[in-house]
């Protein structure tokens, strides 16, 4: 997630979340955010659920799907883990390194061993905790492919310098993993129609070639991958951090021609990510709001420039009342 705020601005939140958030201007969108274990619809939850979409208990045929929620500090990060009925582990991203611990007794608990990592772009809250986990050579977690497109370094050091950091860091973990002989395979370049098999029940594909949009602000988010991936006859729509921009561009050459979204998470944790037209294409049944209290209460014309108010709107507009919030816990799904 890009948000071009300064140091100062960033290290600001921690004293904005303890204060009342600004009310809103107007009626708050009146969709319903989960933050609870669901098991289906209507079943053993203490929340309204719309119960008009088909849908039978357990959904995933003995699978289960996590969003986890930051617990480590307020920031926001986008964290999944997509346990198949066979005992296959499909990761994306992985979220920020300083929950890391967090993610870590997830995989353990899961098995220890991920069959797939994938990866949408390598920023902070995104692949922090991967790149904690490969260089501490973190003990109980097994990683057997990992699966990226990133553009040369010099691309990122000119294009967003204040994020070369990461993007270095994690470059340089996996030469180190090569040159060892590291049982991990990595798999880069990905490219649109490529499809990752992980099992009979699970697999990926690429929607996307990897944009370079220099000088656009968003320009790394941009750069990222989107996936449908299909779990357990589910379909995923995970578009990272993909902005207007860049989503606009792809949109226009049909990479969602065909694409059913079960459930959308969605890009950019909500905010300033794809436009309206890209989702009312996109047509989710679901969305997945993978963000933190600061972010998905942030009311209309915010001092941070966050999208979120209005992005709810769109999402109320198109009638999609189920929706799932890594609010102050975690997303599970069976």
């Known amino acids: 997630m890009k948000m071009r705020f300064g140091a100062a601005l960033a290290a600001a939140l921690f004293c904005i979340f303890n204060l009342a958030l600004p009310a809103f201007a107007e009626e708050p969108v009146s969709v319903i955010y989960h933050t609870k274990e ?18 039978q208990s357990p959904q995933f045929a003995g699978g289960t799907v996590s969003f986890l929620s930051n617990d480590a500090s307020m920031r926001q990060q986008l964290c999944g883990l997509f346990k198949g009925a066979d005992g296959s582990l499909t990761v994306v991203d992985g979220g920020v390194p300083e929950n890391a611990d967090k993610l870590v007794s997830a995989i353990s608990a899961a098995g ?19 790149y904690e986990i490969l260089h501490n050579r973190r003990e109980g977690v ?17 294009t967003a310098p204040e994020e070369q950091g990461m993007v270095w860091n994690l470059m ?16 880069p370049g990905l490219k649109r129609g490529d499809v990752i098999n992980v099992s009979d029940s699970v697999s990926a594909r690429v929607l996307n070639d990897p944009l370079r949009l220099d000088g656009s602000v968003y320009a790394v988010n941009d750069s990222g991958l989107m996936y449908d991936l299909s779990f357990e006859g589910k379909h995923f729509f995970l578009p990272g951090d993909m902005g207007p921009d860049g989503g606009d561009i792809l949109l226009s050459e049909g990479v969602i021609e065909g694409v059913t979204a079960d459930y959308c998470v969605m ?67 069976r």
């Open 38 to 55: 669901v098991t289906g619809p209507g079943v053993g939850t203490s929340f309204t659920i719309r119960t008009d979409n088909n849908h």
């Open 112 to 130: 220890g061993t991920v069959d797939a990592w994938l990866i949408t772009h390598p920023q902070d809250d995104h692949v922090g905790a991967l």
């Open 142 to 158: 097994e990683i057997k492919n990992i699966y990226y497109s990133f553009h040369n370094f010099m691309w990122y050091a000119e």
């Open 172 to 187: 340089t973990e996996f030469d180190r993993m090569q040159a060892e002989g590291s049982a991990t395979v990595l798999h």
């Open 267 to 333: 890009s950019h944790h909500g905010q300033n990510g794809l436009s309206e037209s890209f989702y009312r294409k996109l047509a989710p049944r679901a969305c997945i709001w993978s963000c933190p209290p600061w972010i998905m209460d942030a009311a209309p014309g915010n001092t941070l420039g966050l999208k979120t108010y209005e992005t709810k709107q769109w999402i109320q507009s198109m009638n999609i009342g189920e929706n799932y919030c890594t609010y102050n816990s975690d997303i599970v799904l």
